[in-house]
């Protein structure tokens, strides 16, 4: 549709009488830039929320790419051996034993962000979630290879020749080397990755690290460049239900109907008041730029990953005719429906919701913190042996038999002894007298047994407590637990 058809709709919907609501979901408003069903190629923004988005792109993607060269205390930073079950975040160190912090890690992650998307809404989407960095990256490629929107358009019309293939077959070049080394990496996350890149080009990788790599260097290709916004369309299930987190003070970003209808094209020095129109010259640079290739002025929409690229390319036109920035801004529906001052959209972070998520946000982060601040380098469990319940032993004492878990947590040697009290005369017998060694990160089970002079055991169960004492091999310092358990008597 031409602008000055658009244009005559528009001033013939307020002639009706139509309200300017109407008047934005008119004919008029409706623009088709990505046709239903085709790729949609959405032209460069530029601008300073641009400029965010790159820096967001580079801080993650240096977490991604070089954290895993980074070394501590002698080994990988952050490594997640899966084949040895343990993991390795910088100075901490967690085993199978430990999976309570790491259901706690994850908890603080999903709070953290149902909590950062009731203050901000799909800020996340936007500058943060995998899915949009890496389709981001893919447009880089597809910028720099193709050209910007118009001329990526042409290339797909043009006929194959030897210059549309040169050009295409640059780009999947480009594209292979990225997803695979991102496949490279994601494997380096989980095996040594000093050991296993030049293992992999030496032919000498294991197949479970190269499956790794393939299969992630092919979910990055897949996901970002043939899925893209589709992704975030049909399959992110956090974009169906971060409505429920949602209120009238999260910030969105919204077009501003009031100040933008009627909308419609009009010359540089047309004052739009005595032309009947908003501050829209229905340009659809905000449509163009979109990756998912909605149109915001039709409203708060599930489908807005919340990129901010319409406000960039919104604000270029806003310059270039002279009216204020923000037609489409971040902003919240309470504001924009005048319940209260943009500059006062700061103080409605006081508000129950926030404060909700907050303090269940903080609660889990105390209860993280204060849990691995407590935690043991050595762990024992009493496992009683249910297969002997008492029997007597040549001295003629009552026995039982016990199984002890013993998990070394730390990533150092460790000897543990142990004592037993509960009666009077009573005996522990099973462990070395010196203490038995285990390994870093290792689980042994150790059968011991405990016994007592028979008339101190009667009928029934008797209370019992375990004291164990371990050190580092080499180390003088002590750390002492007890444990309860109990003994059946005769
Ligand atoms: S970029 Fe701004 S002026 Fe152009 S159509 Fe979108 S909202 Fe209207
Ligand atoms: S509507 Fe704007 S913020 Fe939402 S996805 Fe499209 S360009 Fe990004």
């Not at 496992?383 to 026995?399: F, T, Y």
């Not at 009666?423 to 203490?435: H, K, N, R, S």
Request: neutral net charge; aromatic residues 12%; glycine residues 8%.
């Amino acid at each position: 549709m031409q602008p000055e058809n658009e244009n005559k709709l528009a001033r013939q919907a307020e002639q009706d009488g139509s309200s300017r609501k109407k008047a934005v979901h008119s004919q008029a408003s409706v623009i088709q830039i990505h046709p239903a069903g085709e790729r949609i190629h959405p032209k460069k923004a530029e601008g300073r929320f641009a400029k965010l988005r790159i820096l967001a792109v580079l801080a993650t993607q240096f977490v991604f790419y070089v954290i895993p060269w980074f070394n501590w205390s002698g080994r990988q930073a952050v490594l997640f051996d899966i084949p040895d079950r343990h993991f390795y975040i910088f100075g901490l160190s967690l085993g199978m034993g430990d999976l309570i912090y790491l259901a706690l890690l994850l908890m603080i992650c999903a709070f953290g962000l149902f909590w950062w998307t009731t203050i901000a809404g799909r800020l996340w989407c936007g500058y943060s979630c995998p899915q949009t960095v890496y389709t981001e990256i893919m447009l880089w490629i597809d910028n720099l290879v193709e050209g910007d929107r118009n001329k990526r358009l042409k290339l797909e019309k043009a006929p194959w020749n030897f210059e549309k293939i040169r050009i295409k077959a640059t780009k999947y070049l480009l594209i292979f080397l990225f997803c695979a080394w991102t496949g490279i990496t994601f494997a380096g996350w989980f095996n040594p990755i000093r050991e296993f890149v030049p293992a992999l080009f030496t032919f000498n990788a294991g197949g479970g690290a190269i499956f790794a790599a393939a299969f992630y260097g092919f979910v990055t290709f897949f996901f970002a460049h043939i899925m893209r916004e589709k992704v975030c369309l049909h399959m992110c299930p956090y974009a169906r239900f971060q409505s429920a987190m949602f209120d009238k003070d999260t910030l969105i970003i919204s077009y501003d109907v009031e100040r933008g209808e009627l909308r419609g094209a009009r010359k540089k020095n047309v004052d739009p008041k005595e032309a009947g129109l908003g501050d829209c010259i229905n340009c659809a640079m905000c449509v163009q730029v979109c990756p998912v290739g909605i149109d915001i002025r039709n409203g708060l929409q599930y489908q807005c990953i919340g990129c901010a690229a319409c406000i960039d390319a919104c604000d270029e036109i806003m310059d270039k005719m002279n009216y204020p920035r923000g037609l489409i801004r971040y902003t919240t529906e309470g504001a924009l429906e005048h319940e209260y001052e943009e500059k006062d959209i700061k103080k409605r972070l006081k508000r129950p919701r926030v404060a909700g998520y907050g303090a269940v946000l903080a609660v889990v982060v105390i209860a993280f913190l204060v849990g691995i601040s407590h935690r043991k380098m050595v762990e024992v469990d009493i496992l009683k042996d249910r297969g002997v319940m008492v029997r007597e032993n040549s001295k003629g004492w009552l026995e039982n038999a016990y199984n002890l878990r013993i998990i070394n947590n730390s990533e150092r040697e460790q000897v543990l002894t142990a004592s037993v009290s509960g009666f009077e005369d009573i005996a522990l017998t099973g462990l070395p007298e010196d203490g038995i060694k285990i390994a870093p990160r290792e689980t042994v089970t150790v059968p011991v047994q405990v016994s007592t002079i028979p008339e101190y055991a009667d009928k029934g169960s008797h209370p019992l407590q375990f004291t164990f004492r371990y050190h580092e091999s080499g180390a003088e310092e002590q750390t002492v637990i007890t444990e309860d358990a109990v003994f059946i008597g005769e």
